[in-house]
């Protein structure tokens, strides 16, 4: 059982270069959601996905798309990466009804 | 518009001393409130969730507490394994996201 999953752990980009970050959890969640969380910013919500087949926008959603591909897995996606995308993006997901999400271990993306 | 603060931003105390971390939220109708734990380079672990006004929950050495304006955590006797930053969030009824605050960045000397 592992939970949440991210792949990769670590990324470096080059400015313009696109690439996707993958996330997978074997809690049978119904919710999934991406975040970044920036020194002084605290977690911003990218995007979540209430159910498979649903997606929506969070705080921050300029610059990314997402995927929710099936039940268990959720990705998100750079199509032209900036400086500003340098982050730690953590994915984490929840029980409709429950309210508390469980977060994998995170990406670190940086882009020069 | 919903919004958390914590404070303070960064704490350091010795090891038997207990203290309090604050986190004040304005939400139209609170859902739940949320406690994390986040060890460097790691991602959140959830420990709390608390609904109404007058609820406490408790894990270990900490408790954590709930107003209709703020919740406390409280650590009693830390240790050095309590050194972390810990995360308040909320969620507002009707609302699939939860927002966060900034943390506070609990140090526990030996």
């Known amino acids: 059982n592992a939970g949440v999953t991210q792949t990769p752990k670590f990324q470096v980009l080059k400015t313009g270069q696109s690439m996707t970050l993958q996330c997978a959890q074997d809690m049978n969640h119904n919710s999934m959601y991406w975040y970044r969380q920036d020194p002084g910013m605290g977690l911003r919500l990218i995007y979540y996905s209430a159910s498979e087949g649903t997606t929506d926008k969070g705080e921050v959603p300029n610059g990314y798309n997402v995927s929710r591909l099936n039940k268990r897995e959720f990705s998100l996606r750079l199509e032209s990466a900036a400086p500003s995308q340098t982050s730690v993006y953590f994915c984490a997901t929840g029980l409709a009804g429950k309210y508390e999400q469980y977060f994998g271990p995170g990406t670190r993306l940086t882009v020069t | 518009e919903d919004q958390v603060t914590q404070s303070p931003e960064a704490l350091r105390l010795q090891e038997g001393e207990s203290s309090s971390l604050n986190c004040s939220y304005t939400v139209s109708g609170l859902r739940g409130l949320f406690w994390y734990r986040q060890d460097p380079g790691k991602g959140p672990e959830f420990l709390f969730t608390?609904?109404?006004a007058g609820e406490e929950k408790e894990k270990e050495r900490l408790k954590a507490t709930l107003t209709k304006k703020e919740s406390f955590l409280h650590i009693t006797a830390p240790k050095p394994e309590d050194s972390a930053t810990y995360l308040c969030a909320v969620q507002g009824i009707g609302d699939d996201k939860i927002i966060f605050g900034k943390g506070t960045r609990l140090h526990i000397l030996p």
């Open positions: 608390l609904y109404s």
